[in-house]
């Protein structure tokens, strides 16, 4: 079997290349790779090459398959695990495995240390080391983005689980977010920060009654109020405000929001120093403060209020990506209606992976969706209409993605799949 993949040889050495897959044996699985959304993981892996704690050192001569937010379909299925999956079946990925025997060690992932498994690619082959820990995830839901995007959301499920809260006299540490309780999502309507919201809203066992989420980018939280408004989160139990915090005292605007009180619950969506700060000055008493977003530095500091720590239980937690039970609760959220359709705001082919890979922090918007069977420039969801008028393939896509409140679907998908250019 051919493949058509993204291979990284280095720091910013990154080739589509075809070559040939080696024949499955019987604990791994062949796998049709259907989409794949780019993750600013992977823009840190593909700068860093082999500094990178996942890339292994001799990636120069045994490059890598990258992308990790990847779902398909199984192709052919090993004998070992043909009691458990099936040709034809669609799947996700939990990439963070951590298994000990991979080719790094305990980092190991696919998606960063692996020849024939990432997800920017047309074939690839399912390891032993992803099978024996449950980490290969049926999906029976419509559509293939979804799946794509159970990862991200895994992440954001991850962290609310992570937060903790105590009570005095007591060492136990009760975890999760206060139900009930008041919320800030600071710099919260990147990709990452839309999928919190939306699970936030849509959690079923337990929500704030107060979602206070904020940017300094007045047309990005016009777009999250469209998508996430209001009125939906007031239907679903919580108080959802967006807030500008470009001008004066934030921290006054933030906890006067609560009375003064502050908040149970912080995440910080943006690795930057003010953010963090402003996120320690809004604690309550007792409130968890998570820091979400993975700095690029191994030096990045900020500073944090130790008096609070000491005499207002203020405390701090930090989550990198979820675990197979996140990925499982991810999956379950889109079977109650949670579609991750807001977090996609470009969509192209195996053709754009590497430009767009590259240049990730620079190209705005949220998650770039990349459908890896097909040859199509990277293009925003709000670019359509115009290269419709030269392109029948857009001015459907506009015309689908115009009565779905600008946002992509199952329906854009099953069209973009029928009718775009084969690689």
Known sequence: MKTKAIRLYGKKDLRLEEFDLPKINDDEILAKVVSDSICMSSYKAASQGSDHKRIPNDVAENPVLIGHEFAGELVEIGA???HKFKAGQKFSIQPAIYYEQGPVGVLSAPGYSYPYIGGDATYVIIPKDVLVQDCLLAYDGP?????????????????MHANYHTKPGSYVHQMEIVDGGKMAILAGVGPMGLAAINYAILRQDRKPALLVVTDIDQSRLDRAASIYSPEWAKANGIELIYLNTSGDDPVGKLRGLTGG????????????????EQGDAILANDGCLNFFAGPGNADFTATMNFYNVHYASTHLVGTSGGNNDDMVESLDMFGRGL????????????????????NLPQI????????THKDIPLTAIAEFKEKGKSDPLFAGLHEICQRNNDLWSVEAEDFLLANAKDI
């Open 80 to 82: 070992n695990w043909q």
């Open 143 to 159: 559509g293939y983005y979804p799946a794509s995007l159970a990862e991200p959301l895994s992440c954001v499920i991850g962290a």
């Open 261 to 276: 009180e502050g908040y149970n619950d912080v995440f910080v969506f943006a690795p930057v120093p003010a953010v963090i």
């Open 339 to 358: 579609d991750p359709a807001g977090l996609v705001t470009h969509i192209g082919g195996l053709n754009a992976v590497i430009e767009t890979t590259l």
């Open 364 to 371: 705005p918007g949220g998650k770039k969706l990349i459908y």
